[in-house]
């Protein structure tokens, strides 16, 4: 099954599995129980599936086939490349494609020249002004590529503009554009394009960044501590004539393999192995040349034999346009699809379902607590309603008296809960405010403030790594925090339990940890700069202003979601207790209702009893249709999983894409 189809599956799966999130919510709202915790919580997981996207990165030195490569998985529906895949230099400047409903079809350039500026990309991204925009016609595949091929343009400019542009380097001089004739230098027109399609894998939450060859990549901080180590896989490509060249070493081991967290995150394509079809060998020659090339490239890097898949991706391509199944077999061009939707697709799957049902059972056992409680209540309530019967008056304003007394107590108590709550949010104050972005910023600042000191920058990795210590100390810290709140929880949830019989328990621990390994992966991700290689690089006050802006955004994307996730949790636990507290005044003031109506009517107390009974029963039908709900929206994927079918079918009708959309959708 091509990836395309793979990827079809997998949106449909989040579009089903948000929808029964949907059903949860309004379930639990039509039964009172949607307290503000829960609420959080499946806002959190419905945006996640509604809006989870899948990124996609394909990374190489030029001239190695990476823009046919993604003509081929992704857009030979349109009949045609629509990636520039010409020979020489294609893609110059890093490219991304994704969809974004609010913007018609249009590709979006910004200037090589704002390279000289400091802000960073993120902020570029909202100057919409300062981008050159070209509007697309998705119905028109050849104006679709030719308008995109505008991000292989190049500008010739002298060596001191190339130098500040960050395209010329002293200390490496074997990276440098040859100059012309005239003194002048090549360098990219564009810093980085946005296209904006309404495609339909880009509509699904796709997105595709192809990049330029290794100076674009050293020279750009964002694209290689920002959009590489996000991506959910990486498509490293080499050429399979030449195996790993010195240059795709370069770029594999310093731009790559740091941020390589988990290694099957990273796919290296050998490509072009149609260049070693050779009539004068045998099949069995020619495959087993192959062969040995895909094993040494994976000895060199490092990696497993089947992590590294042998394709033609120009021979793949003309494959799916013909529908030509035998040559797309030839090519291996769906080993490479199955593998992306494998690890990708699989991967986010499995992390998406893991979240689905670690929410619903925390809900779960939440909510059957509740209903539980109501139905003890009701059940009391019945009780004492039957041990009037036959009584006088007398006996039951005694009851009405016992029953204020007890809720004048109970709010009593309030008094109490406040005073620890108070406490509570103290410390969840200084929780917030250790993962708030001021204090990012001023633990970032020693190392921004380095970073702008002219000339070589000597004992910056040192403050470097003390920036990321305190990092690491002060989530530490943000954990003692947290395991202090859920101390007082648990001791003032006991007593409670005891005092009042409520069904109290703590929440789980909010364990940070994930987020203390993501600040590793940030810190390795950016220490490739901070070496002897880059001292040069260092003097370039444009530079290090850029890095420490990449520095920051990646930190605070990082904090905002600790910072949510805290947030959370925190709701979790207070709504816990507002909605005993809240049933348990109900059923004060249902018990008062009930005394009351008997004191009117005598002959109120068996239809009271009754009504009783039967919301008793009604109570013990919803909890067992919430455990139904439970199951059919946390049950293991399996209706989901996707099936691969025969390879042949792949070039079936059904896996292309048709580029003809309507205008709504354009």
Not at 183 to 203: D, S, T
């Amino acid at each position: 099954m091509e990836f395309i189809q793979q990827f079809d599956l997998h949106s449909r799966w989040r579009q089903q599995r948000a929808q029964d999130l949907a059903r949860i919510g309004q379930w639990l709202g039509g039964h009172d129980l949607l307290d503000d915790g829960a609420r959080a919580r499946l806002a959190h997981l419905q945006s996640q599936f509604a809006s989870d996207r899948v990124m996609v990165a394909f990374v190489a030195e030029f001239s190695r086939g990476k823009s046919e490569l993604i003509n081929a998985i992704f857009f030979a529906g349109y009949g045609r490349r629509i990636m520039p895949a010409s020979a020489g230099r294609t893609t110059m400047c890093p490219t991304e494609l994704g969809y974004e409903a609010g913007l018609p079809p249009c590709l979006r350039l910004l200037p090589i020249e704002t390279r000289m500026q400091a802000q960073s990309l993120l902020e570029w991204r909202s100057a919409p002004e300062q981008w050159q925009r070209i509007d697309l016609d998705v119905n028109q595949p050849e104006q679709l590529a030719q308008a995109i091929e505008q991000v292989a343009q190049t500008l010739r400019v002298p060596v001191e503009q190339a130098r500040a542009l960050g395209f010329w380097h002293e200390d490496n001089p074997q990276d440098n554009p040859l100059p012309g004739p005239d003194g002048l230098v090549e360098v990219p027109r564009w810093r980085h394009a946005l296209i904006n399609m309404a495609h339909p894998l880009l509509k699904q939450g796709l997105v595709i960044v192809d990049t330029p060859g290794l100076n674009a990549i050293g020279t750009e901080p964002e694209l290689t501590v920002g959009m590489l180590p996000q991506a959910h896989a990486v498509v490293f490509i080499l050429a399979a004539d030449a195996g790993v060249s010195k240059s795709d070493l370069a770029i594999w081991r310093e731009h790559l393999a740091p941020s390589a967290e988990r290694g099957e995150s990273r796919l290296v394509v050998l490509n072009k192995i149609d260049v070693l079809w050779d009539e004068l060998s045998s099949p069995q020659a020619v495959e087993a040349q192959i062969e040995r090339q895909r094993l040494h490239s994976a000895e060199v890097l490092g990696l497993q034999g089947q992590q590294v898949f042998a394709v033609s991706a120009h021979k793949g391509l003309l494959a799916k346009v013909r529908q030509d199944a035998q040559l797309l077999q030839q090519s291996r061009l769906p080993e490479l699809e199955r593998a992306l939707a494998d690890d990708v697709l699989g991967q986010r799957r499995r992390l998406l379902q893991s979240a689905l049902q670690q929410a619903v059972q925390q809900l779960r056992t939440e909510v059957e607590r509740q209903l539980q409680v109501r139905s003890h209540e009701f059940e009391e309530q019945v009780q004492e309603l039957q041990t009037l019967r036959g009584k006088n008056a007398t006996v039951i304003r005694q009851m009405r008296a016992r029953i204020e007394l007890e809720q004048a107590e109970f709010d009593q108590s309030a008094l109490r809960i406040q005073a620890v709550r108070s406490v509570h949010l103290k410390t969840l104050r200084l929780l917030f405010a250790q993962l708030g972005s001021n204090q990012i910023k001023a633990e970032v600042a020693e190392f921004a403030q380095a970073l702008k000191k002219p000339g070589v920058k000597l004992g910056v990795k040192t403050i470097y790594k003390d920036t990321f210590a305190r990092l690491r100390n002060g989530l530490s810290q943000s954990q003692h925090w947290a395991n202090e709140v859920q101390e007082m929880l648990a001791g003032m949830f006991r007593s409670l339990n005891a005092e009042y019989g409520f069904t109290l328990q703590a929440p789980q621990r909010l364990d940070l940890s994930r987020f203390v390994r993501a600040i590793d992966g940030i810190e390795n991700a950016h220490l490739q700069y901070l070496g002897l290689t880059n001292l040069l690089r260092l003097t370039q006050a444009g530079f290090c202003e850029r890095l420490a802006k990449a520095v920051l955004s990646s930190l605070r994307k990082l904090y905002e979601e600790a910072s949510g996730e805290a947030e959370i949790w925190s709701k979790t636990a207070a709504s816990q207790l507002d909605g005993q507290l809240r049933e348990r005044r109900r059923n004060f003031a249902r018990r008062l209702e009930a005394v009351h109506r008997i004191q009117e009517a005598a002959g109120s107390l068996d239809e009271r009893i009754n009504e009783l009974l039967a919301r008793q029963a009604e109570v013990e039908a919803e909890q067992a249709r919430w455990l139904q709900l439970c199951a059919e929206v946390a049950q293991p994927d399996a209706e989901g999983a996707l099936v691969v079918p025969d390879t042949a079918a792949s070039v079936a009708p059904l896996a292309r894409v048709e580029p003809a959309l309507s205008p709504a959708t354009s």
